[in-house]
């Protein structure tokens, strides 16, 4: 486990980076298309619906707490730290179970918004 620490640490560190510019490029793009004045009002709406604006905060909440609460499950889980990969198991169901009910959230918002 040891040596495996760093590697990880870089994958992340490059992960970061790439989501940092992903973002950045998509909030240039879409000012540049505001900014030229080319969509009406339903545009403009549809722009906000894809860009997601309000939940983003939601999702990383969602993602950040279960994955938390997967770190507080493992503290109290007896397993073996050498060669068990019980950890990375349980934190990806943790994750993944964070992910589904932000996915559930945002359906249940979205069928509330059309009625």
């Keep these: 486990m040891k040596q495996l620490m760093p590697f990880i640490i870089v994958i992340i560190f490059f992960v970061l980076i790439a989501v940092f510019i992903l973002a950045l490029y998509n909030y240039r793009l879409k000012k540049r298309i505001i900014d030229a004045g080319l969509l009406d009002e339903t545009g403009l709406k549809f ?14 909440a969602f993602i950040l707490f279960t994955g938390g609460l997967g770190l507080v499950v493992l503290q109290f889980t007896p397993y073996s730290a050498e060669n068990s990969p019980l950890p990375y198991g349980v934190e990806m169901m943790f994750i993944a179970a964070g992910f589904f009910s932000y996915y ?3 359906r249940n918002h979205r069928r509330k918004q059309n009625r």
Aim: aromatic share 18%; net charge neutral; proline share 0%.
């Design 104 to 106: 559930l959230f945002i």
């Design 47 to 60: 722009l906000q619906q894809i860009s997601g604006f309000g939940t983003e905060a939601i999702k990383w």
